[in-house]
């Protein structure tokens, strides 16, 4: 165990001084390095390859639970503790999460909706409760905002859109997005902030035309439209983590490639049991 733990670390401290506080040879060391590798060390070291494969895939975006499911998926069982030791011996580290900050305006005298869900989050069903908001996006041309819908059942992002200004028309957009790939039946419970695009009679409007009910969340109350700060806070986390995109182009490809082909097919999430969105739904 003393010798492995100077293998492991060999690359961060000197070796004899390790070998003294351990109470080891150096010389010992070295020959215990030169034998056959024993098979649980073989083990581990195609786990430390798997996790790096990992790693790399999902750009960095996955920390040790995620990282235990995919392992578990790929066939090599193992305990999330020692995926957890493991990358912090061999500094694999997920993307730092980001603080979410707000961009609807409900700073406004306009009528609002009940909140209808009032944090109950988890329909039974797909298509029976979305949830809406908009965030935003730096790059050096400005801002790029984006509006997304998520399917609060599951948890899929049914409908986004991007625009440099954040309008009625970011947040129809999106919607309207969500309405025709998924034709949810009437009675659908949409709900979203209170900014000044949720209140407008366009988007109300929209949402009357297709017999959806319309729901908002109380005054300065992130916890009331959870799933969409959870949502942000992990793009933000596992895409952007403070990086300046050079143009509003290159933004719209990688929020993109994030929403479309990681968030709604790889990504593997904790509420649906380390399942992708689209993987969950499939799963009926």
Not at 16 to 24: A, F, G, K, N, S
Not at 25 to 52: C, F
Request: proline share 5%.
């Amino acid at each position: 165990m003393r010798y492995g733990f100077v293998e492991d670390h060999r690359g961060r401290w000197p070796v004899r001084l390790m070998c003294r506080v351990l109470r080891v040879s150096p010389g010992g060391y070295y020959d215990w390095r030169g034998r056959p590798a024993s098979g649980r060390t073989q083990q581990r070291e195609a786990l430390v390859a798997s996790i790096k494969a990992i790693h790399g895939e999902v750009k960095s975006r996955y920390g040790s639970p995620r990282n235990h499911a995919e392992l578990a998926a790929r066939g090599m069982p193992c305990c999330v503790n020692t995926v957890a030791r493991l990358m912090r011996q061999h500094g694999i580290a997920a993307k730092t999460r980001r603080r979410f900050r707000c961009t609807t305006d409900s700073n406004h005298g306009r009528p609002v909706a009940e909140n209808v869900p009032d944090r109950r989050f988890t329909p039974g069903a797909a298509d029976r409760a979305w949830a809406a908001d908009i965030t935003y996006v730096p790059t050096r041309e400005g801002w790029l905002y984006l509006a997304a819908v998520e399917d609060l059942h599951t948890r899929r992002v049914v409908g986004w859109s991007m625009s440099e200004r954040i309008d009625s028309r970011l947040a129809v957009d999106a919607l309207s997005m969500a309405l025709a790939g998924r034709r949810p039946p009437a009675g659908l419970v949409a709900h979203s902030g209170r900014g000044s695009q949720y209140v407008s009679e366009h988007y109300r409007r929209a949402l009357a035309e297709r017999g959806a009910i319309c729901s908002m969340s109380r005054r300065a109350n992130c916890w009331d439209n959870a799933p969409m700060e959870s949502f942000f806070a992990s793009l933000k986390k596992e895409l952007t983590r403070g990086e300046v995109f050079a143009t509003r182009d290159q933004a719209r490809a990688e929020l993109f490639e994030y929403i479309e082909v990681f968030y709604n097919r790889t990504r593997r999430h904790s509420a649906l049991g380390y399942k992708s969105p689209v993987d969950y739904e499939r799963a009926g």
